[in-house]
């Protein structure tokens, strides 16, 4: 049981060892990725449900007791995060190669002779799960560092201008949070002389209160950073829509959210809830109003999903400020459900990207004839995002305004308010969105009553006619045509202006693609089926964030 | 433990030049900025430890005058995770120099967009 | 009494699954398929009449199932006279809306599989709306209508106008129930309870509770299209005319109406509930009544009647009386039956005549007598006048509102003349309709199917019977009224005998044939009124503004500019962890200067080369400068006692400047300049920069004097050697103690490496595909290819004194040299790396000194000396790597915990009697790692670039491996 725990982390880097090794044979490298992420997850699946019914679990890592060695420790917020990500992760995958296999070579890599789209894929899915499990301030460090670099390769791979430039702003503002962490790590060791978070937990309470405000202060930046919190958030609507559909899918899902786990983390542990509540909730409302704005302002729907993606950080902020049982339960929950839900959003982008050649609105039409099942696959989610009800955002909103409510005090209230306006607001980008690429009549064909594969289901089949792929394929990759800001600019010149062929063009979608998208979005869906259970379950998690000695017991051992 | 004059001001003034180096648009100066800070954490690292002999069994005089060993650790990694990332940013560095032929970073042209004007309403 | 009661969900779950499976039926038989659809409501209607009976004495059925109890949500139905009333509206007129449209809409319409599942599917979420017995799945149900009623219409997708309508109407009904949304739980946390029943039946009080319900109110006026709400309505009959009979006359827009009858019992009492709903009420049906007046389209003129007869809705439900509940109640019945069949006539004359303009339309009552008779009836009712149900439902309601005494007379009179408007829109109606019109050429209207007449005769003949004999209908809702105090029996009946009700419909009648009379005569004498400024300016104003402000928000804080981005975010270092640190106090505890004079001259060094780095103009010498401050920090690490730190700080120093120049030698000399930004600009900078660095002087003179806990490393000496088995502590926390750390670093080092290669090796300009030359084989491949590529004309740039492979600078002295020394430094290299576990070494300073001796013959060789000097792929060293070290750790699990040590004595040939520690397969892992991706970085940032370079300017094609 407790062996799984070092080993759910190491699959996914024994399987970028082997992919290297095998970097030559594509189809190879395929098969251990998909391999490694499917055992991974039945492992945290298994963690899971264990430490549901008994409790964290601990590793003491090469035998050295903590607080001296390096302690893995997961409860259950810990594990639930692990599985939800290894989830998406392994949808992202399978929808990654679909893609590739359909013939995208530019798309990530393997326009570069050395492929490195798969150990950085498996390099990320490895930081990703220790940042998790890191029971140590230092190796929480390390599991960023991993998760970045590996995403620093993802954000640029095919090497185009565009990614180059939003690859640079990423990697920079990434750099100086990582150091800003890093200072904090220094500066806290100097202060308590361990990096061991449940030691620390016991070691801050003894210090002066004011410098441990210093360095909750300093957590919080960078961490901050990380999660995108305003106004320290303009780096991501500048590089994530750039990547490729898949990258940008699994790092809207996942990396925003390990900031905002390392939040919680210390938040709850370190800093028993107190302190900087009043600046959690303001940040939180100004996060909330000023992404939902950017998302207003955006012509591209991969920009306006990067903006709203901003904006429901600031959701999940307010349910930490609020914190106690309720708030923690809300946000574990919420956390779940944005995780799913931007991922799911933006494989749909990336199915419209492949279809249309472009996400920039004006350019798109008619998609919701032309393509039925990927409606159905961006309407969901994108609703689910809305907070439309029965759905899952509707639930987590539910949760977090009821631990708001309930709190009492008036800036809690107005957090509320603002949260309601945040949701109207997603909703009318969304609609509008909607309307205009998908029920529009392609700019193009502009009766669209003859558009092309109207007969329903007609996105449905995934059979990849090659000979379109031939002529529509350059077309449907902005990203390789050379000067990508080039390509950039006329993104939301007018309808009528010489927008590329491929809206009229009968790319067929490739089943895996859709595959991967339909199941990442009936995950989602299943959040509100199950809502019972798992709301329950999140609110055990929360149950362990707010006691947490009990953490500390199980790291330490009983005092 | 104390701090240390000297070693606060040495850190100080890296972090000061570094991060004038990383706000700029040219990306060398954005990565000797970065190598600059990185020296500062390190040795704010070193400063959070007590410092002597080096901690090796049997050659320091017992552990009393030792150097804390654990913040080396933090520095000996901190210095390879540095190393990788500067080779990766010099990578990008030549690879927007060999598509833009210019060393300098653009605006994000969407944005520019946006500051255009509202995309109407639906 | 729940037996009888107990299957409700399931019929929700059976209607919303139906509503899944529609659209597919839809698509397969076509619109035919509709009249089948039509049985499951049809069979909901029967099922529920059954259960009437029993309601009749006030007792009421419920059903409880868990959903989320953590969000106290609950599938919670409960059946009450009220909801037993709305759910019959709801599926009668389901059941007949959905016959309708199987003829309604042509055969080939694409748009009918969205239309059948989104109908279904708001025929589900509606009986779920009324049923509902939880505040929040109230609210779920409520918003779910919103969504649909948004599906369906935009039935005429490609319709600008149908869009907007739209998402008009989804934002005005979404931004009301978000307000009852926030209502709603602000209610429930009060009260302590979700369900609704037990908040009614004890209501809480106070401020909050009065916020919470003035919330509630503003969603039901908002999906009741009350003013302020009320243009999207209107609007809203862009939607198919079947759709709008349904949900925007007969039951969505019911909602509110529902919600404010549900609540009255508990909360008429609150200061602001009778005049607020009394007011916006009046207002609504007068103002709407007057709009209905000067409709041409015959669809919008109902629809204003709409709206307006809302208003009276709330008038009614909004007093609270007891009779005016049951008048309510009464009339929504009525106006469901009358609007819905008013609304079929209304899409008949459009299927048939192919326009709904009354001044187009003209002698329709002489060719379609049977729909004309079936209007007539209906406008019957609409009017208020018997023998139709709207007659004695509308006395009831001049009853009720006088019942409230005094505050009730004013509502009555403005009821009153909202009926005067009635009547007048009423008989405009009928004449634009059907009358033979002086001067418009005959309608010749095609044949109407019997799928449409048939509904419309169900709805007409309810309202006829109802209106006939009221008394069993009185008697149902009696216990509604009785919630409220309870009416006199006999409210709804055909005669009361001479009262003010009568004489008000007397007036109401006569006035509205005047008012009718008097707007003919105006409009023969002038043309047709003009149906005014379309509704809804007030949103798109809104709508228009809101983009407005996004815009402008979004071009201040989203720059786009990286310096802007590391800027803000430097801002919020300095203000908020600097501003704490200020305001916490602490003060510098003991300070010490360096007790070495070496150590302090070693920082002034170190500083000085930072500024210099700031002032240094090319690219190269700031590179070097900044090395030089590397170097020394690896000096003052060796006076701090970590010869580790400076060995491999030596080392990192060395590649990362080898990587540097090898990169800056390929570019232009000024590539250090920057485009000069303002002296604003750089003000900002010098003090951010200032700021941040003072922060962090401060913070490294002020925390450590803080520390009051021995440090966890404290005697960890002993424990290394001994659990560790090695002498050099670092080292044997690297690769034992926190093992996992390197991990992580190692696994940095490939993800970067690979980053490298992926990079580096792409075709120019741009990431176009190139399946072949792979790192490693592309240098192989480069053989002769290259060469011949390489010995072409050099170019201006890259410099040439790097370009190794050029002919001249190639020195076979130089090469044999470093071939000698190479396989020493690598047998050094193996050495560091075999002592590093009890001297200064290790895994990562063995590799580095690998990669330099590999960094030498490149240096020396160029790319074809260093292909001979590693002839593997740099992949698969660093692939192997990384599985050697997952591999102990693995091997360690096995035997316990990950990484644990064992440790054997072996004796090694060359360097002698070596302790083995089994993590010096780790280290042997990291070995592996470290040395395959300086030659990824070399292979990538050297060879790679000659051969480009090379390629470029031969301007030959590289052979595909």
């Known amino acids: 049981m407790t062996a799984l725990l070092p080993v759910s982390v190491m699959l996914p880097l024994l399987g970028a060892g082997l992919t290297l090794v095998a970097r030559r044979a594509a189809g190879v490298q395929r098969v251990i990725s998909v391999l490694a992420l499917a055992v991974q997850l039945v492992t945290e699946c298994a963690m899971l449900i264990g430490i549901d019914a008994s409790g964290p679990i601990v590793m003491h890592l090469g035998g050295w007791a903590a607080p001296v060695g390096i302690a893995l420790v997961a409860d259950r917020f810990a594990a639930i995060l692990m599985v939800v990500s290894t989830v998406v992760t392994l949808g992202v995958l399978v929808y990654a190669i679909s893609q590739e296999t359909a013939g995208h070579p530019g798309w990530f890599g393997r326009g570069s002779s050395a492929p490195a789209f798969h150990p950085a894929m498996l390099i990320m899915a490895t930081g990703v799960s220790n940042a998790f499990v890191a029971g140590d301030l230092f190796n929480l460090f390390v599991s960023f560092e991993i998760l970045l670099t590996a995403s620093y390769v993802l954000l640029t791979v095919g090497g185009t201008a565009e990614r180059m430039r939003a690859g640079t702003s990423y990697l920079v503002v990434s750099l100086l949070s990582s150091l800003i962490f890093l200072a904090a790590i220094a500066l806290v060791y100097s202060a308590t002389g361990t990096v061991n978070l449940a030691d620390l937990a016991g070691r801050l309470a003894d210090l002066p209160r004011g410098l441990v405000s210093v360095l909750q202060a300093l957590l919080l930046v960078a961490f901050g950073i990380k999660a995108a919190v305003w106004p320290m958030s303009a780096w991501l609507p500048d590089s994530y829509p750039n990547a490729p559909a898949p990258v940008t899918a699994v790092f809207a899902g996942l990396l925003t959210k390990v900031g905002i786990y390392a939040i919680i983390r210390v938040q709850t542990l370190l800093f028993g809830g107190q302190g900087f509540v009043t600046l959690l909730m303001w940040a939180a409302l100004a996060t909330m109003l000023v992404g939902i704005l950017g998302a207003v302002a955006q012509g591209d729907i991969k920009r306006m999903l990067s903006f709203t993606l901003v904006s429901h950080i600031g959701y999940l902020l307010f349910g930490v400020a609020i914190g106690g049982h309720a708030g923690l339960a809300a946000t574990v929950y919420y956390v779940v459900h944005h995780i799913l839900v931007q991922t799911a959003l933006f494989l749909a982008a990336g199915l419209i990207e492949q279809l249309a050649g472009t996400t920039s609105v004006s350019r798109l039409g008619g998609l919701a004839t032309r393509a039925p099942l990927l409606a159905v696959l961006f309407f969901i989610p994108a609703m689910n995002l809305g907070g439309v009800p029965p759905l899952s955002g509707f639930l987590g909103k539910i949760g977090l305004f009821q631990a708001g409510l309930a709190a009492g005090g008036a800036l809690p209230a107005v957090v509320v308010a603002a949260g309601t306006v945040t949701s109207l607001l997603t909703l009318y980008a969304i609609v509008r969105i909607w309307g205009r690429a998908f029920w529009r009549p392609a700019p193009q064909d502009g009766d669209a009553e003859e558009a092309p594969d109207a007969a329903p289901g007609a996105g449905g089949d995934g059979d990849t006619a090659p000979a379109a792929n031939g002529d529509a394929m350059p077309a449907a990759v902005p990203a390789v045509g050379g000067d990508g800001i080039a390509a950039a600019t006329p993104r939301r010149a007018a309808g009528g202006g010489p927008a590329p062929a491929p809206v009229a063009s009968r790319v067929r979608l490739p089943g895996g693609m859709l595959a991967a998208t339909a199941a990442v979005v009936l995950v989602g869906v299943a959040l509100t089926a199950a809502a019972g259970p798992l709301y329950g379950l999140a609110g055990r998690a929360a149950d362990d964030l707010g006691h947490p000695a009990r953490y500390v017991t199980a790291v330490l051992g009983q005092p | ?122 | 009494m729940t037996s009888a009661f107990a299957p409700a969900p399931l019929v929700l779950a059976a209607m919303f699954a139906a509503a899944v499976a529609a659209p597919a039926l839809t698509a397969r038989f076509g619109r035919r398929s509709l009249i089948g659809l039509a049985a499951l409501p049809a069979a909901v209607a029967v099922w529920l009449a059954t259960l009437l009976p029993g309601l009749t004495g006030g007792a009421e059925y419920r059903s409880r199932t868990a959903w989320a109890p953590g969000l106290s949500l609950a599938l919670d139905l409960r059946l009450d006279v009220l909801s037993g009333v709305m759910c019959l509206v709801i599926s009668v007129i389901g059941a007949a809306v959905l016959v309708y449209s199987a003829r309604y809409f042509p055969p080939d319409d694409d748009g009918l599989p969205k239309y059948a599942g989104s109908l279904v599917a708001f025929a589900a979420a509606m009986l779920g709306l009324v049923l509902a017995d939880n505040l929040i799945l109230l609210v779920i149900f409520w918003e779910l209508t919103g969504i649909l009623s948004y599906l369906l219409i935009a039935h005429r997708v490609r319709k600008r106008s149908s869009r907007q309508a739209a998402s008009q109407a989804l934002m005005v009904t979404t931004a009301g129930g978000l307000a009852m949304l926030v209502g709603a739980v602000l209610l429930g946390v009060h009260a302590g309870t979700f369900s609704l029943s037990a908040i009614l039946a004890d209501p809480p009080g106070g401020a909050a509770t009065a916020v919470a319900v003035a919330l509630l109110l503003v969603g039901g006026i908002s999906k009741s299209a009350v003013v302020p709400f009320h243009f999207w309505l209107p609007g809203a009959m862009a939607a198919p005319t079947p759709a709008s009979a349904y949900l925007h006359a007969a039951t969505m827009v019911k909602a509110g109406i529902y919600l404010f009858a549900r609540l009255a019992p508990a909360f008429a009492t609150l200061p602001f509930w009778r005049p607020g709903l009394l007011v916006l009420g009046g207002i609504t049906m007068l103002a709407a009544g007057v709009a209905a007046l000067r409709q041409r389209d015959l669809k919008l003129l109902l629809a204003y009647g709409t709206v307006s007869q809302l208003g009276l809705l709330t008038m009614l439900t909004g007093s609270g009386t007891p009779d005016a509940l049951l008048a309510g109640a009464a009339m929504l019945i009525g106006h469901a039956t009358f609007k819905g069949a008013l609304f079929f006539v209304v899409g008949i004359i459009d299927t048939t005549t192919g326009t709904r303009d009354l001044s187009a339309l003209s002698g329709l009552g002489r060719r379609m007598p049977v729909p004309a008779a079936l209007a007539g009836l209906s406008a019957l009712s609409m009017a208020g006048l018997p023998p139709m149900i709207g007659f004695p439902a509308k006395e009831a309601g001049y009853a009720g509102l006088l019942a409230a005494g005094d505050a009730g007379h004013w509502p009555a009179v403005v009821m009153t003349a909202g009926s005067v408007l009635t009547v007048a829109y009423t008989a405009r109606f009928c004449w634009g309709a059907f009358a033979s019109k002086p001067g418009v050429p005959p309608t010749r209207p095609s044949r109407a199917s019997g799928w449409l007449i048939g509904p419309t005769v169900l709805l007409v003949a309810v309202g006829l019977v109802l209106g006939l004999a009221p008394g069993p209908l009185d008697r149902l809702l009696q216990p509604l009224a009785a919630l409220a105090g309870g009416a006199h029996p006999g409210a709804l009946a055909l005669w009361h005998g001479w009262t003010w009700p009568l004489a008000m419909t007397a007036i109401s009648l006569t006035g509205g044939l005047a008012v009718y009379g008097i707007q003919r005569a105006v409009e023969r004498r002038r043309r047709l009124a003009a149906p005014g400024r379309p509704a809804g300016v007030g949103y798109r104003a809104l709508a228009a503004g809101v983009d407005v402000l996004a815009a402008r928000v979004t071009a201040g804080t989203q720059r786009g500019s990286l310096p802007v981005s590391l800027g803000s975010i430097l801002v919020v270092l300095v203000a908020f962890p600097g501003g704490v640190l200020a305001a916490s106090g602490l003060q510098s505890g003991r300070i010490s200067v360096s007790a070495e004079p070496s150590q302090a001259v070693l920082t002034v060094l170190i500083a000085a080369f930072a500024v210099a780095a700031l002032r240094a103009r090319r690219a190269l010498g700031a590179v070097l400068t900044v090395g030089g401050a590397g170097y020394s920090v690896a000096v003052l690490f060796v006076l701090r006692g970590a010869p580790d730190l400076a060995l491999t700080q030596i080392l990192v120093e060395t590649v990362t400047l080898i990587a540097a120049v090898l990169v800056i030698v390929r570019m232009p000399p000024d590539a250090l300049a920057t485009t000069r930004s303002g002296v604003p600009a750089r003000a900002v900078r010098v003090t951010l920069a200032v700021c941040t660095g003072a922060l962090m002087t401060a913070l490294a003179l002020i925390i450590p004097g803080q520390r009051r806990a021995a440090p966890v490393s404290d005697g960890l000496g002993p424990q290394a050697l001994q659990l560790g088995g090695g002498h050099n502590v670092v080292n044997v926390i690297l690769v034992d103690v926190r093992g996992w750390d390197t991990f992580g670093e190692i696994s940095v080092l490939v993800a970067a490496a690979v980053g490298v290669s992926s990079l580096i090796f792409l075709r120019r300009p741009a990431g176009v595909s190139r399946p072949g030359a792979r790192p490693g084989s592309g240098v192989r491949a480069g053989g002769p290819g290259g060469a011949g590529g390489a010995t072409g004309p050099r170019a201006a740039d890259p410099s040439p004194w790097l370009v190794t492979d050029a002919v001249p600078r190639r020195s076979l002295l130089l090469e044999v040299a470093t071939r000698l020394v190479f396989h020493l430094i690598v047998m050094f290299s193996l050495y560091v790396l075999f002592v590093g576990h009890d001297q200064p070494g290790g895994g990562f300073a063995a590799g580095l000194i690998a990669g330099i001796a590999l960094t030498l013959r490149y240096l020396a060789g160029g790319r074809h000396e260093l292909a001979e000097a590693a002839p593997v792929d740099s992949g698969i060293v660093m692939g192997m790597g990384l599985v050697v070290a997952a591999g102990t750790a693995a091997a360690g699990l096995v035997s316990g915990a990950a990484l644990t040590s064992a440790i054997w004595q072996v004796d090694l040939p060359v360097l002698g009697q070596l302790r083995f520690v089994s993590s010096t397969l780790f280290d042997i892992g990291v070995y592996l790692v470290v040395v395959g991706m300086v030659l990824e970085v070399l292979r990538s940032l050297g060879s790679e670039l000659d051969r480009q370079a090379g390629t470029a300017t031969a301007g030959v094609p590289e052979p595909v491996a």
């Open chain 2, 1 to 122: 433990m104390t701090g240390d004059a000297f070693l606060a001001g040495v850190i100080g003034v890296l972090f000061a030049a570094g991060v004038y180096l990383m706000v700029s648009r040219n990306l060398i100066r954005v990565l000797l900025g970065f190598l600059l800070v990185g020296h500062g954490t390190n040795l704010l690292l070193l400063a959070a430890g007590t410092w002597g002999a080096a901690p090796i069994v049997g050659e320091s005089g017992g552990p009393a005058g030792e150097a804390d060993p654990l913040p080396q650790a933090f520095v000996l990694t901190s210095i390879v995770i540095t190393l990788a990332v500067c080779c990766f940013l010099l990578a990008m560095v030549f690879r927007s120099y060999q598509l833009t032929r210019r060393a300098e970073l653009q605006t994000d042209p969407e944005d520019v967009l946006v500051e255009a004007g509202p995309g109407g309403a639906e």
